[in-house]
Every structure is written in structure tokens, then in C-alpha cells.
């Protein structure tokens, strides 16, 4: 189904109404149409009507679709006949005839033509049938074209009228006064431009010389080539607007002369015409504009940035009326480049910001809002910057918009402000890390504001919050609120640094909060005080300086403990070095022997002393072990060997009591990764227990298996065992399980110290027993490789040098105590190898060893005026002491003295108390090679 019909476009009426339209503009042009006639045209209407011999003539034009007569001769016709042929001749623009046959007059009508097109058309009309031959039609034809050129003609005249008064209009305009000149410059002519014209009140008068003055510009300064008016006038060229100073009956002013010269028949120069203009109160208002122009200059010259007028036209063509210097530190452009060429400004835009610069500036256009933005611009020299407007717009009259307005560089700002972002940003992540929150207190407001961490810190949630200090308070232990609150009003009123520690107990569980405060000015309040601090959860802390505090008085009990247990091993080793000593010395004495029931007691007392010395090792071992001080430098050891120097230990003690013993390790190979003399002491302990809980005539077995790289080494004892209760309580020091109520000596320690090391080995040491069944003790260490295993190193002392033994050899003893230099002399009385010399100071044997030059010294550790580690340095330091040995012979048995001694260069170090036979066998040791090399 079709819809109806589009419109129809009429392109013939169209076109003639364009026609009609244009024929109308040009009769507007030569100001005719209407009823009015021109009188002008009458006589070519009078002219056709004779020429042709015709009724009447008319010329008409045709204005818009109305017929405008403007000249008729003859009888009036009819007029709709004469507007048809008016309308035809027009619209054909070509010659029209009517016969006048059939009852009509004739008529004929030629077209009257303006700037060659149709406006009118002159005709005539004759009551007798006729045509107009040939000649006729050119008749008419020229008397329209007479009538088109007066058209014509007239509308020049029209133009040149409307020039006289638009030339007159320009004088009036252009100048107060008209005047005219000779050639000698005196003035011919001279008439105000004004209402009135007269010559009243001019600033000279006829027949007198043109005034005449330097010339200057519009702000009064003088011409650079000081040239006159005069001067300007002998030069005989056109000029306009030369300013000049003269002096008339109302004082000097400023005038503005334009003029033109003026020549006489043949060329002659006659003089000037021109005009005069009194501009002087125009110079004074430019030069005020002038002296405001630069104050302006010298005040933006300190404004950081440039101040600039900005104006966008209702075409959105844009330009800077004003744009001060600082301008070209801003954008890299000229006030003149911004003034020629308003968008080259916003080329400088960086591209990623100029389509939001664009959109600000287009709404604070449409509302007239400020406009205050910053934004990057890219420069040629000096490549991306930071710039900040801040501008006022105004609607100006032709719709357009002014902005006046500043513009800064802010770059160094904004890097400023860039790292302020990144050091808050540093701290936020640092202070969410460790958890510290912000807290400002207003004094002025009495408000307390808390950072989203110290909110959460108080249990106030994870936000930003304020509170009164009355509220923020109830956070608070009721205790501990007067005492802080009574701090913020403190430092409101003196200011000052503060550390306040309160409980939280606005949270389950309550939490201790260390606030740290300082008290600060705040220009932004009215330089209000305020208090500004840093809070953090200490209650982890305060546990933790707890514990800490605990494990120093643990460790100060612990080295008081280690301290205490040096002092009473040092002691107790200095008598029991002479308990021990001449006990050996009465047993080992053949030549004085003692009756069988002394020696018997001697033997008592030296075994006594020897558990003495044992138990002070084992406490000493175990402190360090407890302490974590034990020392040991694991390496592949032969687990039999170390056993088998183990049992020797033990075996005349087991023959006593009948125990017999059985090694299954047959065979070599078997190594483990440990610390010799540890697994020394370790199975020591395990075969000495085995040997003395077991039962007379019993049995002890160890064997051993390698199972996944573990040797598991299994000693076992045939003796009373232990029941599960006691075996609950085995590794607790100093806890002998009811064996002190027993005739077996012990100190509790053995096992506690065997696990211990076992352990620091890398090891386990596991006991099975069982109440009269014996007991199995099995320790499990790394295994080695048995080519591994360091060999034993011969020692240079293996043999003895039997003609060095037939030499006294001299030995230094540095000793102040008496009992143990008598107990050193005995020892040595009666082997032959060495003489011995005593000094009881370290001064007095120092000055003995340049006068003995002895081959051996041996010194104690602490003398009363020096320790022997001085004393030995000494000795060394001189000439002949270089090759001779120097033993440290002391009570100190700590491992670590025993090491920092060797270290600091004692060749030996022995402790006390000694035995006597392996002191005896090292003294002949060192008797048979001696180092010094001297003759004797």
C-alpha cells in the first residue's frame, strides 16, 4: 500500500520568484518603484508615441509582480491589458506585438534593461488595428535603450552623491578643521569641520603660516630624526595623521594633520588641502595608558607566572589581547606569538590532557565558572612541564567569552608534591606493615581524629573516624584516662614531646597502645595548637621486653652460674692438685713404702678426690651444654678405637668385680661422623654404668648394625635394671634413681651429659630396661666412611732419645703457691732429667729466665702481679725465648681457657691437679727432645 504523495517542487515558480526578488533589489537600488513617476522619463515615453505615430506610450517597471508606470503620453488604456503586456515583455526579456485584429488595440512593448537585465519595459498602444514594420521596432528598441542608460546614469549620480557625502562624513570624522596652503605653507583656506563651520576659536588664521612643531607619536615622544611639520610639507607627498606640538592661543597642543598636495596647471605645486584634528587629549590618555601599560609590566615581571586576557569568539576563534612577559617562561611562546595566534598556546597541551583542558574550558564558558586546572604542556626546549590556570571568564557583547587570568609553572611543585605522594604512600605501607595508626588532637575543637589504622587499633573499625576526646576516652582502661587526657590538656597549654602507654579495652582482648605525641602550631586553624602522634599496639612488645628481660636474668643466672662454677672448680682443683699429688706420691714412693693399711687409706683418699674432680667435670660439661657453648667439630672417627681406649679406662674395675666383656665389633671399618673426644666421653659414661650397676660375676655386650646410614652401637649390662617409673625420670640431673642410698658412687650426670652430646653429634641415645633385667643403652650415629678415618699420628715422643735423657735439662716453674711448687719439685726429685727453679712472681721468673735460659717453663695462669699469658708473651718477645716451650699449668679447666691459652701461644696446657705418672712421662718426653739446642 503506497502512501500519499511527496510534495511537488514548482521549479518554474521557483524561479521566478528568485526574478522577481532581483528586479526588486534593483529598483531599490535606483530608488524608483511606487506611484511616483520620473519626471525624466517623460520625454522618451513622448518620443516613442510620435516616433511610431501610436495612441499612447508608457514606461513602466515592474516591481515585484506590480507594474510601476513612470512616464506615460496619451490616452490612459486599460490596466490589466497594458500590466499583461508589461509581465510578458519581462518575463520573455525579448520583443512582444499585438496585431489588434479581432476587436483588441494594438500594442508592442520592448524590454527596459538595467545592468543587462530585464526591470521594465517601455510600450505603446493604438486603437487601429496594425503591425510595426522593421524601422518602427528599431526605433522603439533604441529609445529603451535611451531610457536603460538614464536608468543608468541616474544611478551613478546616486553613488557619487552618496561618495560626496560619505567623503564629507570622513572629514567631519577625521578632523576638527579643514585647511588649505600655498606653497610657502601659508594657509589659503581654513574652516572648522563642525556644526556652525566658522572660524571662531581656530588655532590660527588665514593668511597666516601653517603652525609648525617637531613631530612626535601618539605618546608624545619626539620623532627620532626630530623632523618638523614644516619639513613634512616641503617634501610634497600625501601623508595622514603626522602629530605634532605647536603652540596656539590656548598653549602648546597636540594636532594630528593629514594632507595632500595640490598642483596647478602644468604641474606647479600649489600648496596642500587637508584636515586637522586636536588629538592632545588623546595623547594624555595614551600616555596614562602608557605609564599604567608599564606598572603592569613591572608587577606581573614579579607575579610567578604570567597574567594573560584570553578571549574565544562566538566563531570559537580564540586570541590573547594581553599576555605580560612571564609568559615565555610558561609556554616557550612570545606575549606577541599568544596576540597573533590565540591556539598556539593550547598546541602546547600535552596530548593525553588536552581534551580535558578543552572540556573545562568549555564549561566555564557555557556557566561562566572559573576556570582553575592543572595540566601537563610539552615544550620544545625544555620538554614536559606542569602549568596551573586560574582564570575568571566574562560574556563579552558579540556572544564570545573573556578570561582574564594567571598561569604558573608549578613542575617543581608538583614534583614536590609527587614524592610527598610517594613518602606517604612509603609510609602507609610501612606503617600498615608494622602497624602503626595516626592520631591528631585539636585542642581548639577538643576533637581526636584517628587514621583508618588507629581507629581500628581502638576498636573503632577499619575507618577514618572523629570523635570528641570525651568519646574517644571511653576507649580507654577507666584508670588510665585522667592520666592521659590530663597529658593533651598539658601540651595544649605548653606544648612539647610525650610518651604515654594506656590499655584498650574497647577490644576482646584488651591491648596495651603506645602514643607517641608532639605539639605543633597549625596555620591552617588559626594557628590553633594541635597534637599530633603516632600510635601502635605495644602489648606483643611488652610481652616480648617480658620474655627478654626473663632470658637476661637467665643468662645473667646462668653466667653468674658458670661463673660461680669456675670459681669453685678453680678452687677445688688447686687442693685437690695437692690431695691428689703426694697421695700418688706416698703410693708410687718405693723407697719410703708405707704398711699396707696406709695405703689403703691413701687409696680412699685419692679415690675420693677423683670423684671430687669428677663430678666438678661433669657440672662444668653440663653447664655449657645447657648454655649452648659446647663446642664440637664433627669428622669421620673409628668407633673402635675409641672404644676399645674407652674400656681400658674401666677394665681393672670390671676384673675386680668379675664382670666380663664382650665387643662385637669385629673386625675394622667401623665409622661414624663425630666428635672424637665427645663419642669418647659418651661411651665412657655408658660402659662406667654398665660396669658399675651391674651384678658381681655379670656380663656387658656391645655390638653394632648399619641400617640406612646409621650405626646403631648397643651396650648392654647384665645388672639389676630399672623399673618404668624410674626410667620416667632417667635424664634428670643430678637424679640417681635411689642409687645414692646405695654403696655405688655417682653423680646423676652421666646419662643427662651422654644424651647431650649424642644429640649435638647428630645423634640419638635411647635406654631399654627393665626391673632385673638388665639394661640396653643403644646410640645411633651418622655413619662414615671408613677410609675417611684420619690415621693416628705417630707422635715425635714415640721414642725416647735415651742420650738425651742423660742430660739435665732446667726447667722454669712460675708458681706462687708454695704447697704446689713443693708438690712440682717432689714430682721431678729423683728422675735426673730436670732441675727445677721456682720464682713466685711473673717479674721475678722473667728476670730468672734471662739468667737460667732454662728448656722448659712452665707457669701458672694467674700470678699476683701478672697473668701468665703476659708473662709468656714477654718470654717469647725476647731473643732466647723464641724456640723454648712455654706450658700453662693452671686450675682454670673451662675449655674455652684452655683454648683462648693455646691461641694466645702456649706451646701446652695442662690442668690441675695432674697426674702424677703422665706428668712424669711428659716431662721425660720433652727431656728427650729438647728445642733449644743448647750445649750443657
Known sequence: ???????????????????????????????????????????????????????????????????????????????????????????????????????????????????????????????????????????????????????????????????????????????????????????????????????????????????????????????????????????????????????????????????????????????????????????????????????????????????????????????????????????????????????????????????????????????????????????????????????????????????????????????????????????????????????????????????????????????????????????????????????????GRHGGDATERYRVESVTPARVVELTLRSLKDPGRDARRRTLGTCRDVTQQLALEAAERDKAAAQRANASKSEFLSRVSHELRTPLNAILGFGQLMLFDTAHPLPDAHRERLKTIRLAGEKLLALIDDMLDLTRIEQGKLQLHPRPVDVQRVLTQAWSLLESQAQERGIGYENALTGAGWAVLADERALGQVLLNLLSNAVKYNRPQGAIRVSGRVLQQQLILSVADSGVGMSDEQLQQLFQPFNRLGAERTMVSGTGLGLVIARALTEAMGGTLRVRSGAGKGTTVTLTLPVAEAEDVPAREATVWSTLDEAALNVEREVLYIEDDPVNVMLMEQVLQGDGQWRMVAATTGGEGIRLFDDLRPDLVIIDMNLPDMNGAQVMKTLKAAPAGRRVRCVALSADAMPHQVQAALEQGFDEYWTKPFDVRELRRRMRELASHPTTGWDR
Open 1 to 491: 500500500m503506497r502512501g500519499p504523495p511527496g510534495p511537488v517542487i514548482d521549479e518554474g515558480a521557483l524561479l521566478a520568484d528568485r526574478a522577481s526578488a532581483e528586479r526588486e533589489r534593483r529598483l531599490q537600488d535606483l530608488g524608483l518603484g511606487g506611484v511616483e513617476r520620473e519626471p525624466a522619463l517623460e520625454p522618451l515615453a513622448e518620443a516613442a508615441a510620435r516616433a511610431l505615430q501610436v495612441s499612447a506610450a508608457w514606461i513602466a517597471l515592474l516591481d515585484a509582480d506590480t507594474p510601476a508606470v513612470q512616464a506615460r503620453y496619451g490616452a490612459d488604456g486599460d490596466p490589466l491589458l497594458e500590466a499583461s503586456l508589461l509581465r510578458r515583455v519581462v518575463d520573455r526579456g525579448d520583443w512582444v506585438e499585438q496585431s489588434g485584429e479581432g476587436g483588441t488595440a494594438a500594442s508592442a512593448g520592448t524590454p527596459l534593461r538595467y545592468q543587462g537585465e530585464p526591470i521594465g519595459a517601455l510600450c505603446v498602444l493604438d486603437s487601429r488595428p496594425r503591425r510595426l514594420d522593421a524601422e518602427q521596432r528599431r526605433a522603439l528598441e533604441a529609445l529603451a535603450r535611451v531610457a536603460g542608460a538614464q536608468l543608468e546614469a541616474r544611478q551613478r549620480a546616486r553613488e557619487a552623491a552618496g561618495e560626496v557625502r560619505r567623503a564629507q562624513d570622513f572629514v567631519r570624522a577625521t578632523g576638527d578643521w579643514v585647511w588649505e596652503t600655498d606653497a610657502a605653507h601659508r594657509c589659503i583656506e581654513l574652516a572648522r569641520t563642525g556644526p556652525g563651520g566658522t572660524r571662531a576659536g581656530l588655532p590660527w588664521a588665514v593668511g597666516e603660516p601653517l603652525p609648525d612643531g617637531v613631530l612626535t607619536d601618539w605618546l608624545g615622544r619626539r620623532d627620532e630624526e626630530d623632523r618638523t611639520l614644516h619639513a613634512l610639507l616641503d617634501a610634497g607627498l600625501p601623508f595622514r595623521r603626522a602629530i605634532a606640538r605647536v603652540s596656539g592661543p590656548q598653549g602648546p597642543r597636540y594636532l594630528a594633520f593629514s594632507g595632500v598636495p595640490r598642483f596647478a596647471a602644468g604641474g606647479v605645486f600649489g600648496g596642500y588641502r587637508g584636515v586637522a584634528s586636536d588629538v592632545d587629549r588623546l595623547v594624555q590618555e595614551e600616555q596614562q595608558l602608557d605609564h599604567q601599560d608599564v606598572l603592569l609590566k613591572k608587577l606581573s615581571a614579579h607575579v610567578p607566572g604570567a597574567l594573560f586576557q584570553y578571549v574565544v569568539g562566538p566563531d570559537g576563534r580564540s586570541r590573547f589581547p594581553f599576555a605580560s612577559e612571564g609568559i615565555w617562561l610558561v609556554f616557550e611562546l612570545s606575549p606577541e606569538q599568544c596576540r597573533e595566534d590565540g591556539d598556539a598556546v593550547l598546541r602546547r597541551v600535552h596530548r593525553d590532557d588536552a581534551r580535558r583542558v578543552l572540556r573545562k574550558l568549555s564549561r566555564s564558558a557555557r556557566d561562566l565558572l572559573p576556570w582553575t586546572q592543572q595540566f601537563r604542556v610539552t615544550l620544545p626546549t625544555r620538554g614536559t612541564r606542569w602549568v596551573e590556570v586560574q582564570a575568571s571568564p566574562e560574556r563579552l557583547t558579540d556572544g564570545g567569552t573573556l578570561w582574564h587570568g594567571l598561569v604558573t609553572d608549578i613542575t617543581q611543585r608538583q614534583q614536590v608534591q609527587l614524592r610527598l605522594t610517594h613518602a606517604l604512600e612509603r609510609w602507609e605501607i610501612a606503617a600498615h606493615h608494622v602497624g602503626i595508626g595516626i592520631l591528631d588532637v585539636v585542642h581548639g575543637t577538643r576533637r581526636v581524629e584517628l587514621d583508618a589504622a588507629a581507629a581500628q587499633m581502638h576498636g573503632l573499625g577499619a575507618t577514618p573516624t572523629s570523635l570528641d576526646v570525651g568519646q574517644w576516652s571511653s576507649c580507654l582502661a577507666a584508670d588510665d584516662r585522667a592520666r592521659v587526657i590530663g597529658r593533651f590538656a598539658e601540651m
